[in-house]
Nanobody, 118 residues
Framework: VQLVESGGGLVQAGGSLRLSCAAS????????MGWHRQAPGKERAFVAA????????YYADSVRGRFTVFGDSTKNNIYLQMNDLKPEDTGVYYC????????????WGQGTQVTVSS
């Protein structure tokens, strides 16, 4: 099983980025797919997720209204559209998969760096 993130980079505050996650190695139709991030000196934290049914989305309060998570029906491709980026959004962003939204993230990607300059 592999989750591979891409799309990170350096952007000015107020700008936008779209992260992609390519999932392979098994079927992900019964998995919730999510994004987490780890800021420098902080623990990894939840950012956004797409439910295993694909019908619901979840967001951390800090990104609601600015970020959008979406994917294809198989959930083999998941995206995080990030708008109005702020310096506090800086960090390594990880894609993860949770079987049937159990609350335990079963698979993780290697991460992609996002840096927002002020």
């Amino acid at each position: 099983v592999q989750l591979v993130e891409s799309g990170g980079g350096l952007v000015q505050a107020g700008g936008s980025l779209r992260l992609s996650c390519a999932a392979s190695g098994r079927s992900f139709t019964s998995f919730a797919m999510g994004w987490h991030r780890q800021a420098p000196g902080k623990e990894r934290a939840f950012v956004a997720a797409l439910s295993w049914s694909g019908n619901r989305t979840y967001y951390a309060d800090s990104v609601r209204g600015r970020f959008t998570v979406f994917g294809d029906s198989t959930k083999n491709n998941i995206y995080l559209q990030m708008n109005d980026l702020k310096p506090e959004d800086t960090g390594v962003y990880y894609c993860a998969a949770d079987h049937l939204e159990s609350g335990k993230w079963d698979y993780w990607g290697q991460g992609t760096q996002v840096t927002v300059s002020s």
